[in-house]
């Protein structure tokens, strides 16, 4: 099949950099890995392009795809081929670019660092065995273990593009990962240390690191998990944590989300002050409610219950967080093959393409 | 890059200028090529006896093939059903056809255990029992069901715990751990009758570095990239069995190249053998689970050996689809699938467009692991002093002609740390090697040789040979092997060096330049495969993985019960024999 790819060429050494088109023939089963290893051995001895497993497990192969990262070995060429669609190839975002599609990871892997990516041993004094753990309670980390540090979801981090020292959602899901590990003996530290300025409570929850993920990683619930564990231990100095709980303490006593009241409870009262021009504004216009009586939803005994419920559950913690859990089954459950899995050709969504591209296509 | 805090010239790299060779290396006590699960393992235990340690790896480590080991790992806990390290021993010298070192397979099986256990302490993410022990699966040829596994992703998760242990030591002690990651290994430096040190391309920022070491440890892995298919990364070119080669070690019974029974058509890559751990079945084309006619006790889990070689001849005998046999999964539920074999589910989803929930996936045998490499005695001790090899790149040799599925990654580990503790021992206890100008004048050679590969212009780009070499191993040096084609790929062989003697690297830069290291990986390749070649023609016998059914249909004691040593002299493989070590175990006849 015909096969055509624009990519991105950039040289560090001149700062030059081009949009280069190529048509290449590959094979119906080409993955873009193939189709870049064709351009280079026929075409282009020069591209530049880290790879080695071919079968997602390396995590070498992280690039973009018109826009949105992807491992290049588990992305199949069929359907976007026969769409006629010229894909754009560029490096990961949010790393500095070293040549062509291959980027420096020193930046990432300082961040992995920084979270003691290693188990604390809870004991002293290791068994003679195997520690014996319930199957069950391994079952929080699964996911975070599936991590193959490839990098697509800190390319495609919001949080990071506007603060380059936020630690990301590839090192938190590592961190995550011991966190969650009943054989680790740190959890606290851990936590009161990624609770942190450029931690947890920098996220801002656009979810493109799970949408992005090529091995079901879901690092935006690891961190998640990570906050609920970290309230559960107390640490909530954070006005991310103190936000949160004032959202379950006013949804469970009104039913309903007293404004007034957060930005207080969020903030506190000193910073708090700061806000009452701003707030004298807003009552101007009628879009404060007068704080007294306090206004009770009508089906607050709802939110009650709810919230009762979930209390009895004991799903404190990392255990509450239950979305997308059991990794790799969120692949579909039909017989419907590869391209079901991976969405169809021309079907890759575009959260931002590089400026300057659309600059040179104009 | 670098993970340590920053020696001169080995900083965090803020791209810019490409640094120039330059003479003045960096000096470890061990030096470790290669940062796989052998790599890494070794340098870990030279890191705790004391030891400077320096990583040189191509990849980064978490990048390296032993990551992509699916099925497990095979270790006598006994938590499934009864086992021992004297069964597992006896199963290891069978699977191997007599041709296993009996002495280093004890050592193995018994020291196998512990590994493990020291590995779930460091906090592998291994798959439980209902009582919160280790599970193990059943595995091919082995007698109880041994194999522990994460999954089915097991070489992935012990990956990231030994790197996570090599992280923990550099935030001990970064002065004694320097990772120098993206570095090409390409020769070693001898001097006199011991090893020196490394001449390694800095494929980052370009230019030729000295590193050197009291002692050094190999462990790049294996050379399945000298086949067309196979189920091994573009990495896995052979470059530590290359570089003893052309410094004058022997490698060992080069001829046996595993064909493990389950690669997917096309790609050739891998799903596990625990597919047929769990249960799985292979059917042909009417639907019969042929193996009860080559295997009546086994069937599926009969040695990797014999199951290739069942396939294979179904398919030659016209009992395939599309040149492959089937592995059938459906009976084995979603549940037990979604659980145990996730990883292979997407592969297979993937690459082959299969759900095997719903339908069987086409496979067929691949090139997939090298028994040979360099040989080593049971503490990877190689003959030149302050050389040391481990993992896939070794020949202990505890796989003889046929590895067991699960042994390679145990040997990994526990061949590893042996290297690494004698390596660091040996390196306190030896004295530095001294400033001899071994490695200046190593670097000298290595510089001009660079220049001449860069300078040329003209000739043939690399992939075309690559591509010639990989189709001729892949059809005269398989499952089966004929006299007459094994003759004729050594002379195309031999015709292919020729045109690689005019091999042109098109991009003369330095950042990144894989256009010149992949172009080096194919002489390696080359010169490997003529290894394999000749001592697969001079074994008039079939054992193991080397199977020749037209001219030596059987195991032949009395004239080939030894290991082939093959060193390289005046450009071409020269073959001699070894004895095989026995302690207990007398050859038989070898059925499952």
């Known amino acids: 099949m015909k096969v055509g790819l624009k990519i991105w060429r950039y040289d560090s050494t001149s700062g030059d950099r081009a949009l280069r088109e190529y048509e290449i023939d590959a094979p119906e089963e080409a993955t873009l890995l193939d189709c870049l290893d064709i351009v280079k051995d026929r075409y282009d001895g020069t591209l530049a392009y880290r790879k080695s497993c071919r079968m997602m497990i390396c995590g070498s192969c992280g690039m973009r795809m018109d826009g949105g990262a992807v491992l290049a070995c588990k992305t199949r060429m069929y359907d976007i081929a026969q769409a006629g669609h010229v894909p754009v190839i560029s490096a990961m975002g949010n790393l500095p670019i070293v040549k062509d599609l291959v980027v420096d990871m020193d930046p990432f892997w300082g961040k992995i660092r920084a979270v003691q990516p290693y188990l604390q041993p809870r004991y002293d004094q290791a068994t003679e065995k195997e520690n014996v753990v319930p199957a069950e309670r391994m079952e929080p980390i699964h996911k975070e273990s599936l991590c193959i540090l490839c990098g697509c979801c800190v390319s495609e981090c919001n949080s990071m593009e506007s603060d380059p020292d936020f630690l990301g959602p590839a090192a938190l899901a590592k961190g995550m990962r011991f966190v969650g590990d009943p054989r680790d003996g740190a959890a606290v530290e851990r936590l009161e240390s990624y609770s942190e300025e450029h931690g947890i409570w920098d996220c801002t929850r656009c979810y493109f690191c799970q949408e992005r993920c090529p091995k079901g990683v879901d690092p935006r619930d690891a961190i998640a998990k990570l906050g609920a564990e970290a309230m559960r231990n107390g640490i909530d100095r954070d006005m991310g944590a103190r936000h949160a709980k004032w959202f379950v303490t006013s949804a469970k006593t009104t039913g309903w989300l007293r404004e007034t009241e957060l930005v207080p409870k969020t903030q506190g009262v000193v910073a708090s002050i700061k806000e009452i021009k701003f707030a004298m504004g807003l009552a101007r216009h009628g879009k404060v409610p007068p704080p007294f009586p306090p206004h009770v939803a009508a089906d607050v005994n709802e939110s009650r219950a709810l919230y009762d419920r979930v209390k009895e559950q004991g799903r404190d913690g990392a255990q509450g967080i239950v979305q997308g859990e059991k990794a790799l089954r969120h692949l579909s459950h039909e017989a419907e093959g590869a391209d079901g899995a991976y969405g169809k050709g021309g079907d890759y969504p575009t959260p931002y393409l590089p400026q300057l591209e659309e600059k040179e296509k104009a | ?592």
């Not at chain 2, 006590?29 to 699960?37: R, T």
């Not at chain 2, 596990?272 to 042909?284: K, Q, V």
Request: net charge negative; charged share 25%; proline share 4%.
């Open chain 2, 1 to 592: 890059m670098h993970l340590a805090q920053a020696p001169a010239g080995a900083c965090a790299l803020r791209l810019v200028d490409p640094i120039p060779s330059s003479p003045m290396g960096e000096t470890h006590d061990v030096l470790v090529v290669g940062a796989g699960c052998a790599g890494m393992r070794a340098a870990i235990e030279a890191f705790d006896h004391g030891a400077n340690v320096g990583v040189i790896s191509k990849l980064h480590p978490t990048r390296s093939h032993s990551g992509a080991a699916e099925g497990g790992i095979n270790a006598a806990l006994g938590n499934t059903a009864d086992d021992s390290p004297e069964t597992h021993a006896f199963d290891t010298v069978k699977g191997s056809d007599y041709l296993g070192d009996q002495d280093a397979i004890e050592i193995f099986t018994r020291e196998a255990p512990g590994d493990i256990y020291q590995l779930e302490h460091w906090g592998a993410v291994f798959s439980r029992n209902a009582d919160g022990k280790l599970a193990q699966r059943p595995f091919g040829a082995a007698g109880s069901p041994r194999t522990v596994f994460a999954a089915d992703i097991t070489g992935h998760v012990l990956i990231h715990v030994l790197y996570e242990q090599l992280m923990k030591r550099l935030a001990t002690d970064a002065s004694r751990l320097t990772v120098y990651e993206e570095f090409f290994a390409w020769r070693l430096v001898v001097d006199g009758d011991r090893c020196v040190g490394v001449i390694c391309w800095d494929l980052l920022r370009g230019g030729l570095k000295l590193l050197e070491g009291t002692a050094t440890v190999l462990a790049t892995g294996g050379a399945g990239r000298i086949y067309r298919t196979t189920t091994n990364a573009y990495a896995c070119t052979g470059d530590g069995m290359s570089m003893a080669l052309h410094a004058g070690l022997p490698l060992k019974d080069m001829e046996f190249m595993q064909f493990h029974p389950t690669t997917m058509y096309p790609t050739g890559i891998l799903l596990t053998e625990g597919c047929r751990g769990e249960g799985a079945y292979l059917i042909n084309k009417d639907g019969e689970r042929f193996m009860a006619r080559y295997a009546p006790n086994a069937l599926e889990l009969a040695s990797r050996d014999v199951v290739s070689r069942s396939e294979q001849t179904e398919i030659d005998q016209g009992r395939g689809i599309n040149g492959s046999v089937l592995l059938d999964m459906r009976h084995l539920g979603a549940e037990r699938i979604l659980d145990r074999l996730p990883g292979s589910r997407e592969l297979s989803m993937t690459y082959a467009g299969v759900d095997p929930i719903y339908a069987p996936v086409p496979v067929r045998p691949g090139a997939h692991y090298h028994m040979g490499g360099v040989e080593t005695d049971e503490w990877g001790r190689t003959e030149l002093d302050g050389l040391y090899a481990a993992g896939e790149t070794a020949c202990v040799s505890v796989h003889g002609a046929n590895r067991l599925g699960g042994n390679s990654l145990m040997e990994t580990i526990t061949f590893g740390r042996r290297s690494g503790q004698h390596a660091a021992e040996w390196s306190h206890s030896s004295g530095t090697s001294g400033a001899s100008g071994a490695g200046s004048a190593a670097l000298g050679d290595a510089e001009r040789d660079l220049k001449v590969l860069l300078d040329r212009t003209t000739g043939e780009r690399p992939w075309s040979i690559r591509d010639d070499l990989g189709g001729t191993m892949l059809e005269s040096f398989g499952v089966f092997r004929r006299e007459e084609q094994m003759s004729a790929a050594i002379d195309t062989v031999d015709s292919l060096r020729e045109r690689y003697g005019q091999v042109v690297v098109e991009d003369k830069g330095t950042v990144f330049n894989n256009d010149l290291t992949q172009a080096i990986e194919l002489g390696n390749a080359i010169d490997l495969a003529a290894c394999m070649l000749q001592a697969g023609l001079a074994r008039r016998e079939s054992r193991g993985a080397h199977s020749r059914p037209h001219d030596h249909p059987t195991r032949d004691d009395e004239n080939f019960l030894k290991h082939s040593i093959t060193r390289w002299l005046d450009g071409r493989p020269e073959l001699s024999y070894k004895e095989v070590r026995m302690t207990k175990w007398e050859p038989m006849e070898r059925t499952y």
